[in-house]
């Protein structure tokens, strides 16, 4: 498959579906997995490229259900940064491509990192609150790779991993939360702030190291270790329903007296830049789509829809809007296509 094909389709994460999708975007959950033996970070390009072949072969056994097999040395920086903004790859990965792969599988839920900071990052991604689902999905997906490879494991430390917060379980479970009325309170800082008291870790929207960008955040599970499975989805559910809720009561308090008039006319002002701006900014673009958003997900009757705006949140982005023009855009051409492309979609809904 040709990445610019893959516009084409829709990325069923970010649909406009499942539990809590009014402020939970998405559900990923991640398992590390190593062979027996040195891990990436210590190896030369000779042993990478043999693993690398050794584990598309794996990941073709495994039987992925319309799996797309990219070898990131292949692809140019663009493509690699499609997969970064698609949430597929990582910004580590993209950055030192040489032996390193994705797999990507059907509707782009299940998706494989090989050769990262770990042999394997298997994860599953999802639309709305779906952990356990998404857990039972990429659980499959290891017993069948577990079959065919001799995965690294200690009875005393469970699952050896290239960082120690991932040890243990191997497994990362993280929400894609969607907090502009707490951030618009005033609140948000303080509740991220408690987060870690509860275990969990806040990052920005393509994960670890990188900025919070129209109001998204990524809560997941700080360690993998000392705790089953089970036990850091439950307590990661938990903080997410709470998170929810204050979010939800975020919006409220926002509906009612002088804020109401206030937020109606921030919300109304996005709407009228975003259909007549002849230039847009990436990260202005998903200010004002956030604001559209919070206002659809509240069940406003505004000239759109959350499946609209959920789409445009990933279509904006940088690499997607260079596939699109099927070259590498200056800035000033990146930010006119995304307005012309805001414009259209947002007429055609």
Same mark, same amino acid.
């Given at each position: ?32 997995? /190593? ?79 090989? /050769? ?234």
């Amino acid at each position: 498959m040709q990445l610019h094909n893959m516009l084409r389709f829709k990325t069923k994460w970010a649909e406009a579906e499942g539990p809590q999708h009014e402020v939970v975007m998405s559900t990923r959950v991640r398992l590390a997995r /190593n062979l027996r033996g040195p891990f990436p970070g210590h190896i030369g390009p000779h042993t990478l490229k043999k693993t690398l072949d050794h584990a598309f072969n794996a990941l073709k056994l495994a039987d992925i259900k319309n799996a797309a097999f990219f070898k990131m040395g292949d692809l140019d920086g663009t493509d690699r940064e499609f997969l970064v903004e698609r949430h597929l790859a990582s910004p580590l990965l993209a950055a030192h491509p040489a032996q390193r792969g994705v797999v990507v599988g059907d509707d782009e839920t299940i998706v494989v990192m090989v /050769n990262e900071e770990d042999h394997f990052r298997l994860a599953a991604l999802l639309p709305g609150q779906q952990l356990r689902t998404a857990h039972a999905s990429v659980d499959r997906l290891d017993d069948r790779l577990s079959s065919v490879l001799d995965f690294a494991f200690r009875d005393d430390l469970g699952y050896l991993t290239a960082c120690p917060t991932n040890l243990g379980t191997g497994m990362r479970a993280s929400c894609l939360v969607h907090l502009p009325a707490l951030g618009m309170t005033g609140a948000v800082g303080k509740l991220l702030d408690g987060l870690g008291r509860a275990g969990l870790i806040a990052r920005g929207l393509y994960g670890e190291g990188t900025k919070v960008i129209g109001d998204f955040f990524q809560l997941s599970n700080a360690t993998g270790f000392g705790r089953t499975e089970g036990e850091i989805l439950a307590a990661l559910e938990k903080s997410v329903g709470a998170v929810c809720a204050r979010e939800n009561e975020a919006r409220e308090a926002l509906t009612s007296g002088p804020a109401k008039i206030r937020l109606e006319d921030e919300l109304h002002r996005s709407l009228a830049l975003l259909a007549s701006a002849r230039l847009l900014p990436f990260e202005e673009c998903q200010h004002h789509l956030s604001r559209v958003r919070l206002g659809l997900a509240m069940g406003w009757k505004l000239p759109s829809d959350l499946s609209v705006v959920n789409e445009l949140t990933l279509s904006t982005q940088p690499a997607h809007l260079d596939l699109l023009a099927q070259k590498d855009l200056s800035p000033l051409d990146r930010d006119a296509l995304r307005a012309s492309l805001v414009r259209r979609r947002l007429k055609a809904s």
